[in-house]
Nanobody, 124 residues
Framework: QVQLVESGGGLVQAGGSLRLSCAASARPLISVGMGWFRQAPGKEREFVARIRWSGGSTSYADSVKGRFTISRDNAKNTVFLQMNSLKPEDTAVYYC?????????????????WGQGTQVTVSS
């Protein structure tokens, strides 16, 4: 069973930065990359960013483009999310997950082995 452990969340003022990490205990055979999602209270879980293991292709939600950067360390099965210029609307629990596919529109259906989540709170 693959386990994912997120870290790096916390409380930050608007305009600040945080760096999230997600370490996978192993890389599943059916895996093309990793992704980050977030879920705010009362809202559905939404896609944030994803990255391929091979080649490093990335994609981002429009709401975070230019502010967030996803990266990976293949040797350590670890993915990172650098979040800059944070806004109060970025407040959510952030989850990482293993990508089984790479569809045009990323959805939770393409993802498996979710982490426990890490809270990010941005104060105004």
């Amino acid at each position: 069973q693959v386990q994912l452990v997120e870290s790096g969340g916390g409380l930050v003022q608007a305009g600040g930065s945080l760096r999230l990490s997600c370490a996978a205990s192993a890389r599943p055979l059916i895996s093309v990359g990793m992704g980050w999602f977030r879920q705010a209270p009362g809202k559905e879980r939404e896609f944030v960013a994803r990255i391929r293991w091979s080649g490093g292709s990335t994609s981002y939600a429009d709401s975070v483009k230019g502010r967030f950067t996803i990266s990976r360390d293949n040797a350590k099965n670890t993915v990172f999310l650098q979040m800059n210029s944070l806004k109060p609307e970025d407040t959510a629990v952030y989850y990482c997950a293993v990508a089984k596919g790479w569809g045009l529109l990323p959805t939770t259906i393409e993802y498996d082995y979710w982490g426990q989540g890490t809270q990010v709170t941005v104060s105004s």
